[in-house]
């Protein structure tokens, strides 16, 4: 009888480890998923169980409410966007780095625009930490991690 050849071992190489930066920034986008669904949810179900929450905001509600039906879509589509930004940084996408880079860039938009409407400078505080997240997500290291973690976009 013949022997069996021995099967050939391929070198394997380990994927890049994540950077502990893009881990939380998996974790606050999922934590925006379940913020945004919940209030969502409690919009469609005024005085259902979720209604305490607004107790955190009450000024948000009121301004949800003035919204009418457009403040669901709206919730809605912050929370798929969420989710996806998650799945995509998590498994290292850089179609993911992308949707959160233009997710903090309009949350940055969002609070120019309220300090300037609504005369609140304490929505202020979201652009220099928007500013640092971006940085952060378009820095060489990051970048490279993504572009060796997942197929690019085309151009």
């Known amino acids: 009888m013949h022997p069996s050849p021995t099967p050939k071992l391929e070198s394997v190489t380990l994927a ?5 930066g ?10 925006a998923t379940v913020i945004a ?16 929450m607004w107790r955190l905001n009450p000024p948000a509600r009121a301004g949800f409410a003035r919204l009418g039906p457009w403040a ?3 919730l809605g589509t ?7 930004s998650a799945v995509g940084l998590w498994r ?14 309009l949350n940055a938009l969002a609070d120019l625009t309220n300090a300037v409407v609504q005369h609140d400078a304490r929505t202020l505080i979201g652009v ?3 500013a640092v997240v971006i940085a952060y997500l ?18």
Do not use: D
């Open 92 to 105: 290292g996408r850089e179609w993911g780095r992308r949707v959160v880079v233009a997710g903090i860039a």
């Open 78 to 84: 912050v929370a798929i966007a969420s989710a996806f």
């Open 72 to 74: 669901i879509v709206l």
């Open 22 to 31: 893009v881990a939380v920034l998996t974790v606050f986008c999922v934590v």
């Open 16 to 20: 890049e480890p994540r950077p502990l």
């Open 138 to 155: 378009c820095s060489r290291p990051v970048r490279r991690y993504f572009a060796k973690s997942g197929p690019k976009l085309p151009a």
């Open 37 to 52: 669904s919940s209030s969502a949810v409690s919009l469609l179900w005024p005085g259902g169980p979720l209604e305490p």
């Open 128 to 130: 220099p930490v928007a």
